[in-house]
């Protein structure tokens, strides 16, 4: 197991994640609950509620680099579980903003879908699964990943071939465009 | 009875999860309620949207609560719950005073008139009631066990979602009950099926659907019933990678709540969208008489 050293917390990583999380990380007393209904403990190398601990101790690249953050699923088990009312789900939310400022992406083909999925919905204005997936595809080489699907979806008409556009697909662009402009990112510090 | 509210199908409804909108608007029309689509609807940004930024989330979304508005619906509706998830938060986030400025910025419009938002599985149970689902059922489900899967995030976080139990939901039980089923306890209805981990990592699908299909095969459920595109999804189309990847061979029908409950008021297997399931459920449902 790796160690981590204690000895120089981050104090303003603390603030910038209880101030972007609008949560109070400090109340969180390791109870364990977030972690025991967590469906994807299996899968983490740092466990949520140890998140949780290396957040009130300022160990910022341990935990933006960290798998667990990528791999939450947002299913709002801690959130609903956390006997002190700590919104848990959305600090592993406001980590992964940071960790995608940072320039950390620990699970890159996690990642990349979500790019290509916003891409989509900027383009079009609403997610077009086959332009999803040969997006996805083309940033990660993975082809292969679900094409055992086809036989099955295929002959259903499930996947539409043509984009669902939009009359105001623009105005959906356009909020796309400010955002980056605007950096909201660090206005919401 | 007459309701009339805004509607939101959520993208999935015209692409994996035709038969769910499909089935919601017939099940709706049946039952009295007028579903008024919202012109030119985008898509909210699904999960993506929250992992990146929550202003932009909250502002794909309130684009359509802002249309609503305009076209006179003061409440909207949708099937899918990671839609409401995302309407419910900008909703919220756009109540608030002191957020709201953030994600007009970003439509560059007012968004002080919004409508407000529900699932149509809420509508159907608190404005149409199990009594009057009763008094409309022409084709009792019985001699059908069924398990009642909600995923996680129909009802969670509850301050969120202020609807039904957030450990132990009965929305679809109850209307399951009331069609005539035999509802079995599933341990696992707000478990996670895996969600959109599907295309980037599939072994986080195959163990986390596995177990619920597991679970599922041993209360011996002859259907199970959903309320989300995803968990649809995961546990149906991808329930042969499921099988391949633990050594399992279950063939389990996966149907929306919304095609059973059609089929109880008298509505045809084509106008719930049967066809368009992967594991076939017609084999179960002529057995227990219901086609
Ligand atoms: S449930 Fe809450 S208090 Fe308990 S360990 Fe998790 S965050 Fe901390
Ligand atoms: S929201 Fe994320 S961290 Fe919390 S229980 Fe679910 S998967 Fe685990």
Redesign the interface.
Known sequence: METIPLNSPDKEFIREVQERSGQNVLTCYQCGNCTAGC??N??YDISVSRVMRLVQLGQREAVLKSHSIW?C?????C??RCPNNI?V?KIM?VL??MA?EAGYAT?R??K????A??ES?EKH???Y?LGV?AS?VCK?GRFW??I??AP??LP?????IKP?E????E??S???K??RE?D??K??R | MSISVGYYPG?SG???S?EYDKSTRAVCKKLGIELNDID????C????????????SA??SA?NLVLAAKQGQEEVVTPCPSCLANLRTASRKIEDETYRP?VE????ESCEKAATVASTLQLIVEKVGMDAIKKAVVKPLKDLNVACYYG??MN???ELMQFDD??NPMAMDNIMEACGATVLPFPLK???C???????????VT??SGRLLDVAASLNTEIIVTACPLCQMNLD??Q??VNRANGTSYDIPVVYFTQLLGLALGLSAEEVGL??L?VDPTPRLRFAGVL
């Not at chain 1, 699923?73 to 088990?77: F, I, L, R």
């Not at chain 2, 940004?45 to 932009?56: K, R, Y």
């Open positions: 469906p994807y299996f899968a791999l699923a947002s299913c709002q088990s959130t609903t919104d789900a939310d992964r903003h995608r699970e083909n996690i990349a879908f979500g790019d999925f916003l919905v204005g609403r997610v699964e997936t996805y990660t990943t679900d055992d699907l099955a979806m259903k008409n499930k996947l539409s669902h939009i009359r105001g697909k105005h959906v356009e909020i796309f400010r955002f605007r909201i990112a206005e919401n | 993208c015209s692409g994996t035709v030119d609807w985008s898509c940004g699904s999960t993506p949207a929250h992992t990146v930024n929550h202003t932009l502002a794909l684009r953030k910025a970003l439509l560059d996680c995030i969670r976080p509850p957030s450990e707000v478990e996670c895996g969600a959109a981990g599907g295309m980037p990592r599939k072994d986080l163990e986390l189309l991808r042969g990678q066809s368009k992967v």
